[in-house]
């Protein structure tokens, strides 16, 4: 009538070799890695990088040590055995053990993440920043600098003129507003230097991703979001956007440009004009 | 059992008779649970052939499926998927797996089909109620299956509807009118039926438990759905409250969800006042203990049956009950870690932050406690058995990403990456589906009174584990190298379509994966006909619904009155004569 006595050993011992070979081969692909994150040419992309390694060397240990242990006991307990199988169901010494080791480690490793994290959101940009406007909308990323005033002029909602190329509703009538400079889909930064962006959206949520800078940061309409990062290295990146934002999201690219300064004001100036 | 007049305590029992009252508009709780169980069938059917649907179009964009077009004229004009039917494609798969499949078999299906014999109770506490939650689930998957065929197309926004998206109507572009307004109206009714459900489950446990079944002598699952159920009734009325505010933006031009200044597809709108990310609050302070209502069922599942075939008493019983508790109520406040790029405060993000770390420690010790459970057992296998090693095995790999996403430093990378994608699909969806097929293996003796082939259902499960790792694992590396999820196509950036072939991998391993599911579908149907006829305790188990007969009468019990003696996981007791002692047998035999 027993199903199960009549059915053991083999396939809990392939179960076994199984997690093993899932284990090694996961935990190789892991350091070998044919493919990872873009370079990363950012300050604090720095210290997000070192996070991001310690955090998968934890987790990766924790994945290798819960599949091998989970493949011995299969291994081990998974043929015919003479007798009953043994009657021990608690051990506080054990469980108390083990619940502080995981609760230090998972709490230590929340604490260090803060620490990173707060180094990069819950400080002000350097004085000497630069700041950009960023303005998504539905599927093109707006980019727009104060000018030689360090000052944006005002926008209205209704000033907003696709045709006309006003995309983010620049006021004619504000003198502040008129040496601003507009670009769509293109955003040049000097290097080395603090960037403070102010990250809108004129319609639905888009989100500024920049993966060679570690970041990315929702367009909310209604709100003007400051995030701040220096780039160290020159170059052409690309910005995505990953927050749904209709049917062409996946078309929702613009360019990023990181360049000297003295390139950086010749672009400028060219785009003044 | 007798035919006799029933005793005293079986008033008000008497089987319904003729086909409709007995098979459709059933009040009892076996025949719902069964209902539930189809109709989470028909879901996962269609869901994975939604899923199979995207993989096509990932990895080939810009292909002819000219069969395809017959079925969906207006999706795949010239036989090209269009991005918008991609997007349609890609909610609904979403939105149908997760609230018609994973919250509706583990808890309604098989809580609604055990839980009241594993307390020894003759029915649900509201039979009548439960029948309506059923139907009121069933009207919710009606409604969503009416969105994909409105004019304008099917909603679009995904399963999460962030606004203004989903808020501001057909202007902001396909599949945003009437299909989503009609997305949100379903999900609204399911908030309803899944409170009912939810109510029902509570006190069911709370109040018709049999003489002797005091708390903590109740199964692990009893403890997992009664909790997962708590959370559901303090979660779904969140979401339900959200959708009705997010249908008046949508229909009575309220601004709960829409700042003013928005200027969609050139017109100025005049909404004012609210804010876009108060609805992922609300959705969230839902979503997440959503996962838990998920899981907490495949938990108590996992540890029902891994102590039945390691013919051990589960590990740590005590605190096996406390890890529940604790993840249920730890999840309420961890919602936060799905907005750390949202806008919120970042101080607020840290809070998020070192409290969703906290959540994996009892998890962690669930674990510890399956593998302690495993030491020293003498292990049988059985196919319910690996379903229930494969859902240990998917808690741990997708666990372990958790300790990433859960840092915002890190998470801003990460966030709607694919990363992420492969993280829930393994700890959401494979974990929780894993705990189905492992409880419908296990429970289908007792409903059927026949085995399912364990045969087929180990193929099923070799070849489903190794394709769903062979998709998942891999697709962890398309989210290190930044590829934004919910993307038509990943041609138009430089730095994304070097990573077509791991995409085109990905979809011939979910291929093999969605044909190896015919095994099952052909297992069930087989065995519910031919199957090998199974005794009335079909694993040599403990618990209740071990007593009585496969399948059980109409009242569970007849004239016996169920009383309980000791805890539920009795297995190899020293001295006892056989290896588990039922919950009900008073004396053992030769003492302990």
Not at chain 2, 233 to 241: D, I, K, Q, S, T
Not at chain 2, 544 to 552: A, D, G, N, T, Y
């Amino acid at each position: 009538m027993l199903l199960a006595p009549d059915l053991p050993g083999p396939l809990l011992k392939l179960l076994a070799l199984f997690f093993w070979a899932l284990a090694i081969a996961t935990a190789t692909a892991f350091i070998v890695h044919p493919i990872w994150l873009p370079e990363n040419i950012s300050l604090n992309g720095v210290d997000v990088d070192q996070q991001l390694n310690l955090t998968l060397c934890i987790a990766g240990a924790a994945f290798v040590i819960a599949h091998m242990l989970l493949g011995l006991f299969l291994w081990r307990f998974g043929g015919k055995q003479a007798g009953r199988a043994l009657y021990w169901h608690e051990s506080h010494r054990m469980e108390t053990a083990w619940t502080v080791v995981t609760a230090v480690i998972f709490v230590g490793l929340g604490l260090q993440g803060s620490r990173v994290w707060a180094r990069e959101y819950l400080t002000d940009p350097p004085a000497n920043a630069m700041t950009i406007e960023v303005t998504g909308q539905q599927f093109a990323w707006n980019f727009r600098y104060p000018g030689p005033d360090g000052k944006f002029g005002r926008t209205r909602p209704d000033k907003v003129d696709d045709s006309e190329g006003n995309y983010i509703g620049l006021d004619d009538g504000d003198p502040a507003g008129t040496d601003d400079i507009t670009t769509q889909n293109v955003i040049a930064i000097p290097v080395n230097r603090p960037i403070q962006l102010i990250i809108r959206s004129r319609d639905v949520l888009h989100s500024f991703f920049v993966p060679v800078l570690r970041f990315k940061q929702d367009a909310v309409p209604g709100m003007g979001i400051p995030v701040h990062f220096t780039a160290t290295k020159t170059g052409e990146y690309e910005v995505a956007c990953a927050e749904l934002c209709g049917m062409q999201h996946y078309k929702m690219r613009a360019r990023f440009l990181v360049m000297t300064d003295t390139d950086f004001n010749a672009w400028l100036k060219s785009r003044s004009q | 059992m007798s035919s006799h007049a029933s005793t005293s305590h079986s008033t008000g029992h008497a089987a319904p008779q003729g086909f409709i009252r007995k098979y459709v508009f059933s009040t009892d709780h076996k025949v719902i649970g069964i209902q539930y169980i189809f109709l989470g069938l028909f879901s996962a059917i269609l869901g994975t052939a939604l899923s199979m649907m995207m993989r096509l179009r990932l990895a080939w964009p810009g292909s002819q499926f000219p069969l395809l077009e017959h079925i969906f004229p207006t999706g795949f004009p010239g036989g090209v998927m269009s991005p918008e039917f991609y997007l349609a494609v890609l909610t609904i798969h979403g939105t149908i797996m997760v609230f018609f499949l994973l919250t509706t078999v583990p808890l309604s299906g098989f809580g609604n089909y055990i839980l009241p014999i594993q307390i020894g109770a003759r029915d649900m506490a509201f039979p009548v109620l439960n029948m309506l939650s059923y139907w009121t689930t069933v009207v919710a998957l009606m409604v969503l299956m009416a969105s994909m065929f409105v004019e304008g197309g099917a909603p679009i926004s995904g399963w999460t509807a962030y606004p203004p998206l989903s808020a501001l109507g057909k202007i902001a572009g396909p599949g945003l009118g009437a299909g989503q307004t009609l997305w949100i109206a379903s999900i609204a009714i399911f908030c309803l039926a899944s409170l009912l459900t939810a109510l029902n489950f509570i006190t069911t446990t709370l109040n018709m438990r049999a003489a002797g079944m005091s708390l903590m002598r109740m199964p692990l699952t009893v403890w997992a759905w009664f909790t997962a159920s708590t959370v559901a009734l303090l979660a779904f009325p969140v979401l339900l409250g959200g959708g009705i505010l997010l249908l008046l933006d949508r229909l009575a031009g309220t601004s709960f969800f829409l700042a003013s200044g928005m200027v969609v597809s050139g017109k100025v709108m005049t909404n004012s006042g609210g804010s876009p990310i108060l609805w992922q609050h609300l959705f969230w302070f839902f979503g997440h203990p959503e996962v838990y209502i998920i899981i907490l069922p495949g938990m108590g599942i996992t540890s029902h049956i891994i102590s039945t075939f390691s013919r051990k008493p589960i590990f740590a019983y005590k605190a096996m009950v406390a890890a529940i508790f604790a993840i249920g109520f730890i999840g309420f406040i961890v919602w936060g870690h799905h907005m750390f790029a949202s806008g919120m405060s970042p101080l607020v993000g840290m809070v998020f932050s070192v409290l969703t770390l906290t959540v994996g420690v009892p998890s962690a010790i669930k674990v510890f406690n399956w593998l302690a459970t495993l030491w020293g057992g003498h292990i049988r296998c059985t196919a319910s058995m690996l379903y229930a090693l494969g859902f240990v095995s998917f808690f741990v790999t997708g666990g372990v990403t958790g300790l990433l996403l859960a840092q915002p430093a890190i998470d801003v990378y990460f966030h709607d990456t694919y990363f992420v994608v492969a993280h829930f699909h393994i700890i959401m969806g494979l974990a929780a589906v894993f705990s189905i097929f492992a409880a419908l293996h296990f429970w289908f003796p007792k409903m059927f009174g026949r085995y399912m082939s364990e045969t087929l259902g180990k193929v099923h499960f070799w070849i489903t584990i190794t394709g769903v790792y062979s998709i998942f694992i891999p697709m962890h590396f398309l989210g290190m190298a930044g590829a934004p999820r919910r993307y038509a196509q990943f041609t138009e950036f430089a730095y994304l379509s070097k990573l077509q072939p791991l995409t085109i991998h990905i979809s011939w391993a979910a291929f093999v994966v969605g044909a190896a599911q015919l095994i099952l579908l052909f297992n069930i149907f087989r065995s519910m006909r031919w199957g090998k006829r199974a005794p009335d305790n079909a694993w040599e188990a403990t618990t209740l619904e071990w007593v009585i007969p496969s399948p059980p009468p109409h009242d569970n019990f007849g004239d016996m009155e169920p009383v309980v003696y000791r805890g539920p996981y009795e297995f190899s007791v020293p001295g006892a004569k056989a290896d588990f002692i039922l919950q009900t047998e008073q004396e053992v035999e030769g003492g302990e």
